[in-house]
């Protein structure tokens, strides 16, 4: 099981050790991907960050990053650190950019044009977003949006990507973790978190994760690695994607991570695991609680009402641990303090069955708002009761 922090922490040194090794004359755009990627964590009170970001603006000042077109997406990669800063330098990064990729577009999508190189267009995308004037904006997002098509992972999601910035239309994708090539698995990873509304559901963006955690030990994040048993050696805009990733995947903790370090009553887990792995919230609840209701009934004796029908529900919690002689002891009830928990505890698992079954066994499961993380506080809700169960007496 992926430790997402601890490994946050070493990705995170090791593409620091990486860029410090990085001319941003001899290779731009791995500086600036670098450069984006690093101030996704803030750039205020960052002494490193505000050194970079002065060596960036005298680049970006020099002949060499406007010489041609191949710098652009190094640029404009660049340009959107500057906009998030509101610096003022970011209007003149956007008009340069502007007009050299009006130029390049003037001259037509041949076969080796920049715009069809992934990185550029996602760089430039990133930059200028929807500045483009209308027809520029509009023939550029046409041109993401077939590419995003295409059947080379690593080209569909920087364009999509770039798509998506350019405020284009992009159905969302189903990225399957096993049919991912191991050099893909690094823009999938960040492409899921940076973009989870574009990915089709959660098993996309944990197929993604598992694939990681399935091949990391073939993978090297060391740029100089070779040899013993690596499969592939990382470049730094991988580990910088991966670092992208790992920040997006950490600022809410992923719930089946949460699920799978909580230590639930065995019969909870069991109950609940595969219907919560796959996201059906409400149904593990209903499922775990039904699990619950069942081991009382059956630990009090299957008890009945006068007429001989099976006490359920409300009645028989009251039945179980209320009644003035419960079937069920949580304690020797001999204290105040002992009696007041009985009765604590009888509240709670009468409103186990009024608010977590009972709506969930009534209502359509599409019409109850049950985000991932209330579900997790009702199933260790339901967890508690049924150690407590266990230890009670008759």
Not at 245 to 262: G, K, S
């Amino acid at each position: 099981m992926l430790d997402y922090y601890r490994l946050r922490s070493s990705v995170k040194e090791n593409l620091l050790k990486q860029w410090q090794q990085i001319d941003i004359a001899v290779d731009p755009l791995v500086y600036a991907w670098v450069t984006l990627v690093l101030c996704q964590e803030g750039i205020n009170n960052n002494p490193l960050l505000e050194q970079v970001l002065e060596q960036d603006r005298q680049w970006l000042k020099s002949d060499e990053a406007w010489s041609g077109y191949g710098h652009l997406g190094s640029a404009g990669l660049l340009c959107s650190v500057f906009r998030r800063l509101t610096d003022k330098f970011y209007e003149q990064l956007l008009a340069r950019i502007i007009e050299s990729v009006r130029e390049l577009w003037n001259r037509g999508l041949s076969k080796f044009s920049r715009l069809n190189d992934p990185d550029f267009i996602f760089g430039v995308a990133v930059g200028v977003g929807d500045q483009f004037p209308d027809d520029l904006l509009q023939g550029l997002r046409q041109h993401c949006e077939r590419n995003a098509q295409l059947e080379n992972w690593r080209r569909r999601l920087l364009f999509a990507a770039a798509a998506h910035e350019l405020k284009g239309t992009i159905s969302p994708f189903y990225i399957q973790g096993s049919d991912l090539e191991v050099h893909e698995i690094f823009p999938a990873l960040w492409f899921a978190g940076r973009y989870p509304s574009l990915v089709k559901d959660e098993d996309s963006r944990r197929g993604t994760w598992e694939a990681f955690d399935r091949l990391k030990e073939g993978i090297s994040l060391e740029s100089s690695a070779n040899g013993g048993g690596i499969l592939y050696t990382a470049s730094p805009i991988d580990v910088a994607m991966l670092y992208e990733a790992l920040l997006n995947q950490t600022r809410a903790i992923d719930p089946v991570t949460l699920f799978n370090n909580i230590p639930f009553h065995p019969e909870i887990r069991r109950a609940a695991e595969s219907l919560f792995v796959k996201g059906e919230y409400v149904m593990s609840v209903f499922q775990a609680s039904v699990v619950f209701i069942d081991a009382v009934k059956n630990r009090s004796g299957y008890p009945t009402d006068k007429a001989g029908k099976p006490l359920d529900g409300v009645d028989l919690m009251v039945h179980a641990f209320g009644s003035k002689s419960p079937a069920l002891k949580f304690n020797e009830l001999k204290t105040q303090a002992e009696r007041n928990e009985q009765r604590g505890l009888s509240c709670i698992a009468e409103g186990l069955v009024s608010a977590f079954r009972n709506p969930k066994g009534h209502v359509p499961a599409p019409n109850i708002a049950l985000d991932p993380y209330e579900a997790l506080d009702q199933l260790a809700t339901i967890s508690y009761l049924m150690r407590r169960l266990d230890s009670s007496r008759k």
